[in-house]
């Protein structure tokens, strides 16, 4: 199998092996949609995937207009073939470059924000507040790395216990634990992803979940 191909094979099962990669994966997207009012909004969702996140956003309201953005075709296309999701205006675009034009009621990102660089973060998160309509919200839920070594490592054991118990393959858990070797250099820390925002000009700043290395932050506008 090349690397490719295994990478495919990754995207199609992303959507089963959420919970196996996040412990309490059904806490952490419940307490991100909790943020959301049940009236029609517009909402901007970055790094959506295959549209996981995105399903959920409309079980709560089928009248949500949603744009999605994604820099990989494709998590798009299995995202564009849920029948739920054939609303939502699908962008194959990268979030530090190029955001989609106009201002909405929320910012929502999951699992995403860990992935670019600590600049290219405190850009994004200006350029997000100044995309809110005023009164609406950034909704980030990722994974965050502690201020010491002595707790990272005591959170990945837990982290791959977890995944052993939820039936995850040793070496599905061992890419997963390189990955979070790798991009190490890139994970905040959740005190500084708080200064960011407010950085970047939000005036209140909530952590209702935080656990481990993972944690949700909501600001407001």
């Given amino acids: 199998m090349t ?3 295994h990478y495919l094979n990754e995207v ?4 089963e092996n959420i919970p196996r990669i996040l412990p309490n994966s059904k806490l952490f997207f419940s307490t991100c949609l909790s943020f959301i009012p049940d009236t029609p909004l517009s909402i901007l969702e970055l790094g959506s995937g295959t549209g996981y996140l995105t399903s959920q956003l409309l079980k709560k309201n089928p009248e949500n207009r949603i744009t999605c953005i994604d820099k990989s075709p494709e998590m798009l296309r299995l995202a564009g073939m849920k029948p739920e999701i054939s609303t939502c205006n699908l962008i194959e675009g990268d979030i530090t470059t190029s955001l989609p034009d106009g201002n909405f009621d929320i910012v929502i990102t999951t699992l995403t924000m860990h992935h670019i660089s600590d600049n290219a973060r405190l850009k994004l998160i200006h350029e997000l507040y100044l995309n809110l309509h005023s009164g609406g919200k950034f909704i980030c839920g990722d994974v965050f790395r502690p201020e010491n070594d002595w707790a990272e490592q005591m959170y990945r ?3 791959e216990t977890h995944m052993k118990e939820t039936g995850m393959p ?4 061992q890419e997963t634990l390189s990955g979070r070797e ?8 959740p005190h500084g992803f708080y200064k960011k925002m407010k950085t970047a000009g939000f005036e209140q700043v909530l952590v209702p979940l935080h ?3 993972f944690g949700v932050f909501i600001g407001f506008k």
Wanted: charged letters at 35%; hydrophobic letters at 30%.
């Fill in 3 to 5: 690397s490719h191909e």
């Fill in 12 to 15: 199609t099962r992303y959507d």
């Fill in 157 to 159: 054991t837990r982290w």
């Fill in 170 to 173: 040793d070496v599905r858990i």
């Fill in 182 to 189: 790798k991009a190490y250099p890139l994970i905040d820390t």
């Fill in 211 to 213: 656990y481990d290395m």
